[in-house]
């Protein structure tokens, strides 16, 4: 029953416009189930957001593969990821490239995440608490960053540490009307293209949301 409803999430991705197969496969590879508390496991294969604790979400699978696909990975790319939350999105991006920076500010959810990907096997991945509107400085530059969490703007911090034609996913905007937006760094110019609207929880954060916002 499991791979039958994973496949129907497959299926369903495709059509919804995730044509690299490189991501499917990953999302394929990567069991969501192993990511969600056992209780949500009925719900591990459906196209939604689930909570996973500390008032946060894994998010939906379709922006899971939409961001991911947006990052045009080719394997060897160093990628930071701001918002480990569960760790799936981190689980995938393993797949996809040779290392992966992960920085969560909840310690629990930040633990977890680690335990989690150990158990799936997944040795690439680093993960750390801290602010990650500030990025991960120490490890700059990458070739991707991921942000699953909203911010108020793009950070500047993030853009300095993009490698040169490196790309930057990140939701943008106030809960009620946020954009997906892709930075490319080409030299010293920095290019916008909106992905269309999505919906996340908000980056706190120096170059975020104030907590008491
Ligand atoms: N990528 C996650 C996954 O696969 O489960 C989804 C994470 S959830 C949508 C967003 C996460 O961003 C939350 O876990 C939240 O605690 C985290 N977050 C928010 N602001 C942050 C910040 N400044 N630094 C690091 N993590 C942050």
């Known amino acids: 029953m499991t791979e039958k409803r994973r496949q129907q999430l497959l299926a369903q991705l495709h059509q919804a416009g995730i044509t690299d197969q490189r991501v499917l496969d990953a999302m394929a590879h990567v069991d969501r189930g192993l990511f969600v508390e056992a209780q949500l496991l009925p719900h591990a294969y459906r196209d939604m957001a689930l909570p996973i604790g500390c008032g946060q979400t894994i998010s ?4 899971v593969a939409l961001m991911t696909q947006a990052l045009h990975l080719t394997g060897n790319e160093r990628v930071l990821e701001i918002g480990t939350g569960s760790g799936y999105q981190a689980a995938i991006l393993a797949q996809l490239c040779s290392y992966v920076y992960s920085v969560e500010r909840h310690q629990q959810l930040a633990q977890q995440a680690s335990w989690r990907l150990m158990e799936a096997g ?3 991945v680093s993960v750390i608490v801290g602010d990650g509107s500030l990025g991960w400085p120490e490890a700059a530059p990458y070739e991707g960053i991921l942000v699953t969490a909203a911010a108020p ?4 911090s993030l853009v300095e540490q993009l490698s040169p034609g490196g790309r930057l996913v990140l939701p943008v905007g106030l809960p009620e009307e946020q954009d997906l937006l892709l930075i490319e760094r080409r030299g010293a110019k920095v290019e916008r293209t909106s992905l269309g609207a999505c919906v996340f929880v908000p980056l706190i954060g120096r170059e975020g949301w104030s907590e008491d916002r």
């Open 60 to 63: 939906q699978p379709f922006m």
């Open 153 to 156: 703007e793009v950070p500047i």
């Open 122 to 124: 997944i040795r690439n």
